[in-house]
C-alpha cells in the first residue's frame, strides 16, 4: 500500500510540474476559446502540441541520461534513450513544422488523420514522461531497479 501511495505522490509531483512549465499555454487556449466566439473544435489544430511535445521528450531524455549516468556499463540503455527522445524531438519537430505551414498558407488543409497523428505523439510524450518520472522516482527512493511491469508490485 505504501508504494501506491508513493507512486501517486509521484504523479502528482509529474503533473504538477508538467501543468506549471509545459502544459499552462494550452490551458490558456482552453480559457480564450472558451471565453471568445471561437470555435472549440479547432483546439486540437494548434501547434502548440508539438512544441510542448518537443519539450516533454527533450526533458525526458535529459532525466533519463541525468539517471543512468551514474551506473557504470549503461551504455546501450543510453543510447536507446538518446534514440527514444530524438526520435520524439525529431517526429514533433517535423509535424510542427507542418502545422506552422498549414496555418500560414491559405489554400493548405491538412487532414484530420495528421491531427490524429499530432494528439497520439503528444499523449505518448506524456506517458513516457509520467511512467519515467515514477519509475526515476522510485528507484532513487529505494535504491532498487523496477521492471516496467512490476512498478506496481514493488515491495
Known amino acids: 500500500m505504501n508504494k501506491i501511495i508513493e507512486i501517486l505522490n509521484l504523479l502528482f509531483a509529474w503533473l504538477i510540474e508538467i501543468s506549471a512549465f509545459i502544459l499552462l499555454p494550452i490551458i490558456v487556449y482552453f480559457i480564450t476559446f ?11 489544430k494548434i501547434p502548440e502540441w508539438m512544441f510542448i511535445s518537443v519539450v516533454v521528450f527533450g526533458d525526458l531524455t535529459k532525466k533519463k541520461l541525468n539517471f543512468y549516468k551514474r551506473f557504470e556499463g549503461y551504455d546501450v540503455k ?3 534513450t538518446l534514440a527514444i527522445g530524438v526520435l520524439g524531438m525529431v517526429v514533433s519537430s517535423i509535424m510542427l513544422g507542418y502545422s506552422l505551414i498549414a ?3 491559405p489554400n493548405l488543409e491538412l487532414s484530420d488523420s495528421f491531427y490524429v497523428i499530432q494528439m497520439w505523439v503528444f499523449v505518448i510524450g506524456l506517458v513516457f514522461s509520467a511512467f519515467y518520472h515514477v519509475w526515476i522516482g522510485i528507484y ?7 521492471s516496467y511491469m512490476k512498478a506496481l508490485e514493488h515491495k
Open 78 to 80: 543510453m543510447v536507446r
Open 103 to 105: 496555418m500560414r498558407t
Open 34 to 44: 472558451k471565453v471568445l466566439p471561437v470555435d472549440g473544435d479547432d483546439i486540437y
Open 140 to 146: 532513487d527512493n529505494d535504491g532498487k531497479k523496477l
